[in-house]
């Protein structure tokens, strides 16, 4: 019974993976076949020839990913500094105001923010791509870093101002180091939050930001199932990496503290 | 220079970004989908959402609820385990194979959906080669069927995990007293630790119910034709029509939808935010 179950639930989550791999692999599947005819590496080869579309993809998703992070954390770190440790007015508000676009959907803003920026030019670039996915991302990251920032201990700066390290010193060698598995963590959740991020793209990036989401969408619009197996496989490996590695980077003390 | 000012200057800059990209675009939403083509305020958007798109309206509450209900079930039945089963090896593997989806992306989520639940595809094939069903009554998944699996696959193992965490914590004794007097380790799960755990799986619930109805991907790929979500239809009225003012009353219907859950989630947000 015990072992019926389980192999049920293996079933439930393996199965459709395992479809996705079949039609990866697939060069001929046609109904009612139970397995494809045909395997082969052909789409492979498509996808992957250099003046491909999804190599073009590629690239531009991670590379929207890498600004989107340096974006999030230049602002989240002194963000989350100031919400660990500083004395602010309204904290409450603030952290509430944090809270909202993860709890509102936002469909209305991804529409409304593609209007704002067919005004001003900014529909269709990449950079305008990066800061709908810095909006969104920069929540988690502000969390993130505010957690990590306050499961520092906060007796060794006192320690190191009390040697004569000024400011800069003590934050630069005591808090920072100690905070980065957090901040590390923080930017792996922004970077696959924005390599996966889809609506956002759909809306603002059209037509000239094909994200790989986008390219795999468009594929599997367009009935090619090879393409859009093998795009989601490549969307799939940094998502499974991170499941298996976030254990590493956010700790129990850091999860403790988020939303305090 | 004063802490305080120091600690606003940190923040403005995160404030900023999210003033601008989150609140501007959330208050222009509200002023399109108000204002007639003149500049004077109306409610004729409004009426024409629910003129064209009602049922697709109840079609999106009923797909999100059924799915957070079926989320909420799978979360308790599975971090119960984790928690109160006495099968050690049976732990060990639900709590590696429960996760699997956790970080697998909406989008992904649909086109493996899209296969997997066609009336050719691999669930048909296993149902039709085990025996269950006859070859003639496979049938295509891909409706609002299609939607709940594939919601239910990728967010019950995410309240799986705040679940499965905040039932660790529950202190021992309890359960463990619960059951030297005899009570089944069902009764224990839904009497005894499934009320100190109320809070978290009521938070994970709401989280996964907002992040349904905005979800875009998952409809559009497995079922977009009507009835279908509010999603589809909102991408639909600006891709084909550029009726940025029924998108945005139809985007406000469906964030009057996800405020009655975001109000229980912030009104428990809130108080943990002001316990500590």
């Known amino acids: 019974m015990r072992a019926v ?35 082969g590496l052909k789409f492979w080869v498509q996808v992957f020839q250099p003046r491909g579309n999804a190599v073009q993809s590629l690239i531009t998703s991670v590379w929207i990913a890498l600004l989107t992070v340096a974006f999030c954390l230049a602002v989240a770190v002194p963000a989350g500094f100031a919400l660990a440790r500083l004395k602010l007015p309204w904290r409450g508000f603030i952290l509430l105001l944090f809270l909202l676009p993860q709890a509102i959907p936002n469909l209305p803003i991804y529409v409304n923010i593609a209007r704002m920026f067919y005004e001003v030019g900014l529909n269709g670039t ?14 988690l990251a502000v969390w993130i870093a505010s957690a990590a920032f306050a ?17 800069w010193q003590s934050f630069s060698t005591i808090t920072l180091p100690l905070a980065a598995p957090g901040l590390i963590a923080s930017a792996i959740f922004v970077f696959l939050e924005s390599l996966d991020e889809f609506t956002g793209t759909y809306f603002v990036g059209v037509p000239d930001v094909i994200t790989l989401p986008l390219l795999m969408f468009n594929a599997s619009m367009g009935g090619n199932y090879q393409i859009a197996s093998i795009t989601a496989l490549l969307l799939l490996i940094p998502s499974i990496g991170f499941m298996l590695l976030v254990e590493r980077f956010l700790k129990a003390d850091v999860l403790a503290m988020v939303g305090r | 220079m004063n802490r305080r000012w120091a600690g606003l200057l940190l923040i403005s800059p995160a404030l900023f970004v999210i003033g601008i990209f989150f609140l501007v675009p959330l208050v222009l939403s509200v002023v399109s989908s108000l204002q007639a083509k003149g500049g004077s305020w109306t409610l004729a958007h409004f009426e024409k959402s629910f003129e064209l798109y009602s049922t697709d309206m109840l079609f999106t509450v009923a797909i999100v609820l059924l799915s957070s209900a079926l989320i909420a079930v799978v979360a308790i039945a599975i ?23 956790l970080f697998i992306p ?21 149902l039709i080669g085990g025996g269950l069903i006859e070859p003639l009554a496979a049938q295509s998944l891909l409706d609002w069927r299609g939607i709940v699996i594939a919601f239910v696959w990728k967010q019950a193992p995410f309240v799986t995990l705040l679940l499965a965490g905040a039932m660790a914590s529950i202190d021992v004794q309890h359960t463990e007293a619960a059951r030297n007097l ?43 034709n009507s009835p279908t979500m509010m999603t589809v239809d909102v991408a639909y009225r600006i891709s084909s029509h550029g009726d940025y003012a029924v998108a945005n009353a139809l985007c406000l219907i469906s964030l009057v939808f996800a405020s009655l859950g975001a109000w229980v989630y912030l009104r428990h947000a809130v108080k943990r935010v002001g316990g500590t």
């Open chain 1, 5 to 39: 179950l389980i192999g049920l639930l293996a079933f439930v989550i393996f199965g459709p993976l395992a479809n996705l791999l079949l039609w990866a692999f697939a060069e001929r599947w046609y109904y009612p076949g139970k397995l494809p005819q045909e395997f």
């Open chain 2, 106 to 126: 909406f989008i992904v989520t649909g086109q493996v959906m899209r296969t997997f639940l066609a009336k050719n595809g691999m669930l048909n094939h296993v």
């Open chain 2, 79 to 101: 971090a119960g385990y984790l928690t109160l089963g006495e099968h050690e090896r049976t732990r060990y593997l639900l709590r590696w194979l429960y996760r699997w989806p």
């Open chain 1, 126 to 139: 990449v950079f305008g791509v990066v800061l709908v996915h810095a909006s969104h991302g920069l929540v």
């Open chain 2, 182 to 224: 005899g009570a089944p380790r069902w009764r224990v799960l839904l009497g005894i630790v499934l009320p100190q755990v109320r809070g978290t799986l009521l938070v994970g619930v709401v989280l996964s119910f907002v992040t349904m109805l905005s979800v875009l991907s998952v409809p559009l790929m497995i079922n977009p």
């Open chain 1, 151 to 167: 499961a520092v201990d906060e007796s060794l700066e006192h320690a190191a101002r009390n040697l004569g390290a000024g400011p």
